[in-house]
């Protein structure tokens, strides 16, 4: 054999093995939250108070529904479609929400919608990270109840002291466990798949739920809870935008063939076992995940079920961190200590304050809920919420980005409209039974991301009212020039064509200037990552001033010294012993002026008091900061 072939073979060897890792990988962190979903669809179905009989009929419904479901909103939604709406690489709602506003650019109406639906599915996903821990090991741990009697009040202590475990290891990281993830999820799909199988051999009958025409006549003999099931069923369905928001990890294809060769086979088997099982004896229907699996195995189930529900919800737990990262750096939420969990994974980090917040929320559902079956109808509707999101913001970039033909384009998103909205209309009643927590969750979040965003801009506003053009400011230092002192000053400020107040302040009370003035101003772009080219721009004003712009995506972690460092102009001298940095700090102070609500300037003015300051969030050096205040009225 040749050289060249034999490298062309441990090349195609080398590819080989790094897809089946990265297919492994999304198994693990991608499926988590819809792989656990057959703990509790079927079983919330049944005897969710829908009022679906456990006969022939109402189970073949069921699960031709549930499939048809899966096969539709997952496979063809997301893994066909959505996940080819990325932007750099990027997934999830607000990676999204980017991209369409980005697309709806010429139509300011349209893009100020995009922006509300993108901040209110961002909204809805917090209310679904808490939802998804809670509901998933609490119906992993109730399979004891089956296998001990006596447990059930041991159910929510067992649950809670897994939950709150789970978020203590959050600050250690998840690198080293994250390793198993991937080799325990496909070791979950493969139980999943063997129970499956297992149940259609005793009642063979159930595949022909495969069909379409037993969802069409559930329909029809239940005109009454026809749609309402829906309700029941999308519980199939969570999760599927996890597929989506961690693409940025694994890329599509990876994705979608753990999809199609792993994912929803086992699914589909293990959902008609359930149903099998049902079909064997209606009583079953109290819990068919564990009266599928035979006696010897019912407690293994319980363990590797209780581990694949902790993976499901640390997914559910980086998402969470992940997307509060983006916001922040797209100007929705206040800057937040970011701690990096792994020297080689930029993604791994660790947010405190989301993480405490999570808990709480988790607890708090535990204690209130204190079972999966009271859980799921809080569930639904934080998700099918998102679903519908995710739907109106792909209409955006079918029609704008992508430019399909309307013949293709219409028929399309109104088809993926009308499923998402059946599924979110037939979830709205749940609110009055328990669904209300999402949305008042959601509801606040909103609220405070919508404040933020609103009363940065209005900060920025009012501090222009009183700023002096850069031009008049140098033509006056040459008029009379300053005592100018060693060194370079680098001033931060978000106008490119004003003089920061840091700066006017430093000349008034200490009447000298550096050799160097670096008026810096950091952008933050709508792609997920800049590259090193497009990151420094400079503009040399003469007498020593200089404007600096650096450019940073929603996904990196703004570091002005190392961006710096890539200034080559000779007359730029950013060594760190010659660089001192100057810092605004803005009080703000609600006032009657036209604005924001009162109350609204007042939650503002609390946020911007405990946001992270600049000095850390752009990672400068502690001894070369000075910073000095001012007070704004808003």
């Known amino acids: 054999m040749s050289d060249a072939a034999t490298r062309a073979e441990e090349t195609s060897e080398g590819h080989s093995s790094s897809a089946i890792g990265l297919m492994v990988g999304a198994v693990g962190v991608c499926y988590g939250d819809i792989g656990t979903s057959p703990l509790y669809t079927l079983k919330e179905v049944f005897i969710g108070g829908y009022g679906v009989q456990a006969n022939h009929d109402g189970v073949l419904g069921v699960l031709s529904l549930i499939f048809w479901s899966l096969v539709w909103v997952v496979s063809i939604k997301y893994v066909i479609f959505v996940l080819r709406a990325d932007n750099q690489g990027e997934g999830g709602v607000m990676a999204l929400s980017a991209l369409a506003r980005r697309a709806a650019a010429p139509f300011g109406r349209l893009q100020t919608i995009v922006v509300v639906a993108g901040l209110i599915g961002a909204a809805l996903f917090y209310g679904d990270s808490m939802i998804t821990p809670a509901i998933s090991v609490l119906s992993a741990v109730e399979g004891l109840e089956i296998a001990f009697d006596g447990l059930e009040h041991w159910t929510v202590p067992l649950a809670l002291i897994v939950l709150i475990g789970l978020f203590l290891i959050q600050k250690h990281g998840t690198a080293r466990i994250g390793i198993l993830f991937g080799p325990v999820m496909v070791l979950w799909f493969g139980a999943l798949a063997a129970l499956g199988v297992y149940g259609v051999i005793q009642q063979p009958e159930v595949l022909q739920a495969m069909n379409p025409v037993w ?54 088997l293990n959902y008609f076992g359930q149903g099998a099982t049902i079909l064997s004896n209606a009583e079953a229907a109290r819990n068919p995940f564990y009266l599928l699996a035979p006696g010897w195995a019912l407690l293994p189930m319980v363990a590797l079920s209780t581990l694949a529900t902790v993976i499901a919800s640390q997914a559910v737990i980086s998402g969470a961190f992940s997307l509060t990262r983006q916001a922040i750096q797209l100007g929705y939420v206040p800057r937040m200590t970011i701690q990096h969990t792994s020297s ?132 006056s230092m040459r008029v009379q020039p300053p005592h100018r002192v060693q060194g370079t000053a680098v001033f931060l400020t978000a106008r490119t064509d004003a003089v920061p107040h840091a700066l006017l302040h430093n000349l008034l009370h200490n009447q000298v200037l550096h050799e160097q003035v670096v008026l810096l101003t950091v952008v933050n772009e709508d792609s997920p990552r800049v590259s090193p080219d497009r990151r420094f721009e400079v503009e040399a004003y003469g007498d020593g001033f200089f404007r600096v712009i650096l450019h940073f995506g929603f996904m990196e972690e703004p570091d002005i010294p190392a961006a710096l460092r890539l200034c080559h102009l000779n007359e730029l001298d950013f060594s760190p012993m010659r660089t001192t940095y100057f810092l605004s700090r803005e009080t703000v102070i609600p006032s009657k002026r036209i604005g924001m609500a009162r109350w609204r300037e007042g939650l503002f003015a609390f946020l911007l008091k405990n946001a992270n300051g600049n000095l850390r969030y752009f990672n400068l050096p502690l001894n070369r900061v000075i910073e000095l205040g001012t007070q704004v009225e808003i």
């Open 344 to 475: 080689h994974e930029q993604g791994q980090i660790y947010i405190g304050g989301v993480n405490w917040a999570l808990m709480v929320g988790v607890v708090l559902l535990v204690l209130g809920f204190e079972s999966s079956a009271s859980l799921a109808a809080a569930y639904g509707v934080a998700v099918t919420g998102t679903m519908l999101i995710t739907t109106l913001l792909m209409g955006v970039v079918i029609w704008r980005l992508w430019k399909w033909p309307l013949w293709l384009g219409v028929p399309f998103f109104c088809v993926m409209l009308a499923v998402d909205s059946l599924f979110f209309a037939a979830n709205l009643p749940k609110v009055i039974q328990g669904g209300a927590f999402p949305v008042i969750a959601g509801i606040v979040i909103f609220i405070l991301m919508s404040t933020w965003k609103r009363g940065r801009q209005l900060l920025v506003e009012r501090l222009d009212e009183g700023s002096l053009p850069l031009s008049v400011f140098i033509s």
């Open 215 to 268: 969802a069409v006549r559930f329909f029809s003999s239940h005109p009454g809870i026809g749609v309402a099931i829906l309700g029941a069923t999308v519980l199939a369905l969570t999760g599927a935008e996890a597929l989506y928001a961690d693409m940025g990890h694994f890329g599509r294809k990876p994705i979608a063939r753990a999809w199609f060769l792993l994912v929803l086979p086992a699914l589909v």
